[in-house]
């Protein structure tokens, strides 16, 4: 290969840097170096949804890698009109059906390893991947034309042209960034800056876990969650949904606490509940290892349906649900955030991973453009961030809606919450990505124009 026109680094080896990787990889005068933190890029116990607008992204990388995906997901994807979420009222003894979410498109539904490992087979050879590399922070010099310094936290170092921070809620990147430009503006605006260097507590807890889909089968054979499609248990400051993942092998359940009273303010671990561990070590406290008594707690009361569901529960585990404040923006300098990095929000659109997909996508596509140089980086990431913040920003405010819909603390009447929530959600089935797209070419092929 012929001297590379630049090299990027990715931070955060999960959907968003994994994609963002692929995606690359359609572009053979770009190195890409992928660090991971995590000795694996395979994250295991927990579902994945990707919606209609994000799932024609993928598409775009391929014929095979979206072959690959159906495999593992189980079904084909269709883009007619589809039932794909049944709400019930389940908070007493006898529930009952409050509607069904109908979207155009089906929602893609994967276990997490699976969807990583089919991203890691289609990097291009161009394309280096390292494990156990977590960023403390980075050095980027003035000039364009000296690399950027990454500073590891087993004391390593390396360099590269483009740094892009997929590293997640507690991105190292982020924290390095919003410093930066923390620098460059005006004195009332810095400490608003600064704020968003650490995430805040949403008030939110999610509550997570697989069951053996034989256990539950063998209990309630014809339980309503085999018919496909996702179940939604609503109640007042609670719910949870229940759905199959894995090729019918496991049903993914998430559960949700909300209470708004405590939104922005610092979380408190319950001492009752034990860290969970990784590799040996004990996380932070917003994750917390579940008995199955503790699991089922905010849903004991609630219909006899869900209870099948939750006494085939043999553990779990707890989140504090922390989420990104609205950044000044994404982009400074050759650096750039995606995904949670960017915008963790709240899950309850099933979209954190859509938007990662698309920043993914959009990157790619300004980054590889042939018009884009390392003289231009700059503007290409400035075209990123004016086009996707705006919109990953509206995403996360209707996610914040959409969870008070569902634990019933809005104002709107039952008869009204089916027609409420889906006009709230219809973005994610009847708008794509593509408009964004041929703007940042034409923004990207025309210097002259002003982006703001």
């Given at each position: 290969?012929?001297?590379?026109?630049?090299r990027?680094?990715i931070?955060?080896?999960?959907v968003?840097?994994?994609?963002?990787?692929?995606?690359?990889?359609?572009?053979?005068?770009i190195?890409v170096d992928?660090y991971?933190?995590?000795?694996?890029?395979y994250?295991v116990g927990?579902?994945l949804?990707i919606?209609?607008?994000s799932f024609k992204?993928l598409?775009k990388?391929?014929?095979d890698?979206e072959?690959?995906?159906?495999?593992?997901c189980g079904?084909?994807f269709?883009e007619?009109?589809?039932p794909c979420?049944?709400?019930?009222?389940?908070?007493?003894?006898?529930?009952?059906q409050?509607f069904?979410?109908?979207t155009?498109?089906?929602?893609m539904?994967?276990h997490r390893a699976d969807?990583?490992g089919?991203?890691?087979s289609h990097l291009?050879?161009?394309c280096?991947?390292?494990?156990?590399?977590?960023l403390?922070?980075?050095?980027?010099?003035?000039?364009?034309?000296s690399p950027?310094?990454?500073i590891?936290q087993?004391?390593?170092t390396?360099?590269?042209?483009i740094?892009i921070?997929?590293?997640?809620i507690?991105s190292?990147?982020r924290?390095c960034?919003m410093?930066?430009?923390?620098?460059?503006?005006?004195p009332?605006?810095k400490?608003?800056?600064?704020?968003?260097?650490?995430p805040?507590?949403s008030?939110?807890t999610a509550?997570?876990?697989?069951?053996p889909?034989?256990k539950?089968?063998a209990r309630?054979p014809n339980?309503?969650?085999?018919?496909?499609?996702?179940?939604q248990y609503?109640g007042?400051d609670a719910?949870?949904?229940a759905?199959p993942?894995?090729?019918g092998?496991?049903i993914?359940?998430?559960g949700?606490?909300l209470?708004p009273?405590l939104?922005?303010t610092?979380y408190?671990?319950?001492?009752r509940?034990p860290r969970?561990?990784f590799?040996?070590?004990?996380?932070s406290?917003?994750?917390?290892e579940?008995?199955?008594?503790?699991?089922?707690?905010p849903?004991?009361?609630?219909?006899?349906?869900a209870?099948q569901?939750?006494?085939c529960?043999?553990?779990g585990?707890?989140?504090?649900v922390h989420t990104?404040?609205t950044l000044?923006?994404t982009?400074?300098g050759?650096?750039a955030l995606l995904?949670?990095?960017a915008?963790?929000?709240?899950p309850?659109?099933g979209?954190?991973?859509?938007?990662?997909?698309e920043d993914?996508?959009?990157?790619?596509?300004?980054l590889?453009?042939?018009?884009?140089?390392?003289?231009?980086v700059p503007?290409?990431?400035?075209?990123?961030?004016?086009?996707?913040?705006p919109?990953?920003?509206?995403?996360?405010?209707r996610s914040?809606?959409?969870?008070?819909l569902?634990?019933?603390?809005t104002?709107?009447p039952?008869?009204?919450?089916?027609n409420?929530?889906?006009?709230?959600?219809?973005w994610?089935?009847?708008t794509?990505l593509d408009?964004?797209?041929?703007?940042?070419?034409?923004l990207v092929?025309?210097s002259s124009?002003?982006i703001g």
């Amino acid at each position: 290969m012929s001297t590379p026109k630049f090299r990027i680094a990715i931070c955060g080896g999960g959907v968003g840097g994994l994609t963002l990787a692929v995606a690359l990889s359609r572009y053979p005068d770009i190195v890409v170096d992928v660090y991971e933190a995590a000795q694996s890029f395979y994250e295991v116990g927990a579902g994945l949804g990707i919606w209609p607008r994000s799932f024609k992204v993928l598409r775009k990388l391929g014929h095979d890698l979206e072959r690959q995906l159906i495999q593992r997901c189980g079904y084909e994807f269709t883009e007619g009109y589809v039932p794909c979420i049944k709400h019930r009222k389940s908070d007493q003894t006898v529930g009952f059906q409050l509607f069904d979410l109908v979207t155009k498109g089906n929602q893609m539904r994967f276990h997490r390893a699976d969807f990583h490992g089919v991203l890691l087979s289609h990097l291009s050879p161009s394309c280096t991947t390292y494990n156990a590399k977590r960023l403390k922070s980075y050095i980027q010099p003035r000039s364009r034309k000296s690399p950027i310094k990454l500073i590891f936290q087993d004391g390593s170092t390396a360099t590269c042209d483009i740094l892009i921070g997929a590293d997640g809620i507690k991105s190292a990147v982020r924290s390095c960034m919003m410093r930066e430009l923390a620098e460059v503006v005006g004195p009332y605006e810095k400490q608003s800056v600064l704020s968003c260097i650490n995430p805040v507590w949403s008030g939110v807890t999610a509550y997570r876990t697989l069951i053996p889909a034989e256990k539950l089968r063998a209990r309630c054979p014809n339980h309503r969650v085999f018919a496909g499609g996702i179940t939604q248990y609503l109640g007042k400051d609670a719910f949870f949904l229940a759905y199959p993942i894995s090729l019918g092998k496991y049903i993914n359940i998430a559960g949700f606490t909300l209470q708004p009273d405590l939104v922005n303010t610092a979380y408190e671990a319950d001492p009752r509940v034990p860290r969970r561990s990784f590799q040996g070590k004990a996380d932070s406290d917003w994750v917390g290892e579940l008995t199955a008594e503790q699991f089922v707690e905010p849903f004991k009361d609630f219909e006899e349906d869900a209870k099948q569901l939750l006494k085939c529960v043999e553990r779990g585990t707890l989140w504090a649900v922390h989420t990104v404040k609205t950044l000044p923006s994404t982009n400074f300098g050759r650096v750039a955030l995606l995904g949670d990095a960017a915008h963790a929000m709240l899950p309850f659109q099933g979209a954190g991973a859509g938007q990662s997909i698309e920043d993914a996508y959009l990157l790619a596509t300004v980054l590889g453009h042939k018009a884009t140089t390392l003289d231009t980086v700059p503007r290409a990431l400035a075209i990123y961030d004016k086009l996707r913040r705006p919109f990953s920003s509206d995403v996360a405010l209707r996610s914040r809606f959409n969870g008070q819909l569902c634990a019933l603390q809005t104002n709107v009447p039952l008869h009204r919450l089916g027609n409420t929530v889906t006009k709230n959600w219809d973005w994610a089935w009847l708008t794509e990505l593509d408009d964004a797209l041929e703007e940042a070419v034409k923004l990207v092929e025309n210097s002259s124009i002003n982006i703001g």
